[in-house]
């Protein structure tokens, strides 16, 4: 499926990411992450049920995200706006589109942070996502551990 989305006056297109797009993707993946997945993680989500998007300027690959469903609830595993997009709202577009993109059956989109990515937790709520817990020591950090918090959005109504 592919979709158009129109954005601060450039058109950009919604589609499911392919193996094809795995080298630009890990490409923006280790440029934008502090801890960046693998060729193996995403082939990983590539090869289950997992919804793997790109949103992408002409030919040039600019966010993706990834998300799974089961149940009636959807997690959001990663998402990235490439670094010289950042901040052009390119992060909320996608966020949007993806939870409209969901069954009438999910209703509630999940995710987990680290507790020091202010940006992304700011985009978060944002987007009326609630804070509704910590995993103390979650993540490997530089300096030992850390923490994430989980968030939630409600999509239903
Ligand atoms: C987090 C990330 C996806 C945000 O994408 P983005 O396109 O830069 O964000 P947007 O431009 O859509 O920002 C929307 C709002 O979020 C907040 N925000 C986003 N980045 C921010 C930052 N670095 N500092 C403070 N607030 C920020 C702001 O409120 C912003 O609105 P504003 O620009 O009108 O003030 C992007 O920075 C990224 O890919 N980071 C690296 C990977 C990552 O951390 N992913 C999330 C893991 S959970």
Redo the contacts with the bound molecule.
């Keep these: 499926m592919v979709r158009w989305l129109h954005h601060r006056q450039h058109d950009y297109q919604l589609r499911a990411m392919s193996s094809d797009d795995l080298d630009s993707v890990l490409t923006l993946e280790e440029e ?2 502090r801890y960046p997945w693998s060729r193996a993680d995403f082939d990983a989500s590539l090869n289950s049920f997992h919804q793997c998007w790109v949103l992408q300027s002409d030919q040039h690959l600019v ?1 993706y995200a990834i998300t799974s469903t089961a149940a009636d609830e959807a997690d ?1 595993l ?4 490439a670094r010289g ?9 996608l966020l949007k589109a993806i939870s409209q993109s969901f069954h009438s059956s999910i209703q509630t989109l999940f ?4 507790a020091s ?4 937790i ?2 978060y709520h ?1 987007l009326n996502f609630n804070e509704l817990g910590i995993r103390p020591n979650y993540y490997p950090a530089k300096k030992g551990r850390e923490d994430a918090i989980i968030m939630g959005l409600s999509l239903c109504g």
């Excluded at 990663?78 to 706006?81: E, Q, S």
């Excluded at 997009?85 to 577009?93: D, E, H, S, V």
């Excluded at 990515?117 to 992304?120: D, I, K, M, Q, S």
């Design positions: 934008a992450q966010a959001l990663n998402i990235t706006v997009y950042q901040r052009q709202g390119l992060g909320r577009l995710l987990e942070v680290r990515n202010h940006g992304a700011a985009l944002q």
